[in-house]
């Protein structure tokens, strides 16, 4: 059985890709690279191939290690920017997106320092999504609260007035002026 590498266009026998050590590491290195991450891999290594020559095993194994290496602590990091929180799927999105820009890219690449810029914006902006997300539901929340607290406040104040005639630490209402007050209530809702 012949197999036809559709990224690199390399053609060998499974029992020679098989027989090969590298190529055993590298498929045992994507094995074990996350199931969104693996789905993006051949398109991505393609993008370190060198030009009218195949990509080899041990170069691609060493692109996976190094991959395998960024996504692993879980956050990604470009000189001179903050640390951002960046789960497989964003590493995933980042390489689809270099994938759609390939004609773009200088090829073949060296490193995955573009990646990571590019892995680093989409996490950027995961994450003022999420800030802003939590932002709206802190001052929701605040919102909630607040009113939730004026109207228990307002149901106590009303009941005390009704139960005494007055609130606390003021004199009671002389009955003439809380007849007045009353009809002038009326009136204005009406109007």
């Known amino acids: 059985m012949i197999l036809v ?4 266009g390399a053609t060998h026998s499974a029992e020679a890709w098989e027989n090969d050590m590298n190529a055993r590491k590298a498929f045992a290195a994507r094995a074990t690279l996350p199931v969104e991450v693996s789905a993006h891999l051949l398109p991505y290594l393609a993008l370190f191939r060198p030009d009218k020559r ?3 095993w041990s170069r691609s194994l ?11 602590p879980g956050w990604v990091q470009v000189q001179g920017k903050p640390a951002r929180e960046c789960p497989p799927a964003i590493w995933a999105a980042g390489m689809a997106q ?4 390939s004609a773009t ?17 989409l996490a950027d902006q995961a994450d003022a999504g999420r800030e802003r997300t939590q932002h709206h539901e802190v001052q ?3 919102q909630s609260a607040r009113r939730q607290r004026g109207d228990e ?8 007035k009704a139960k005494h005639g007055a609130l606390p630490g003021m004199p009671a209402m002389p009955a003439e ?3 007045r007050l009353a009809a002038l209530q009326k009136k204005l809702k009406r109007d």
């Not at 270099?98 to 820009?101: A, D, F, Q, S, T």
């Not at 406040?153 to 009941?159: C, G, N, S, V, W």
């Open 54 to 56: 195949a990509l080899s």
């Open 5 to 8: 590498c559709p990224s690199c």
């Open 177 to 179: 002026v809380a007849e």
């Open 98 to 101: 270099m994938v759609e820009r």
């Open 105 to 121: 890219l200088q090829r073949p690449l060296k490193n995955h320092n573009y990646l990571r810029q590019v892995v680093w914006q």
């Open 140 to 142: 929701s929340g605040e």
């Open 62 to 72: 060493k692109v996976m290690q190094e991959l395998a290496a960024l996504i692993t």
């Open 153 to 160: 406040e307002d149901q106590f104040l009303a009941a005390y």
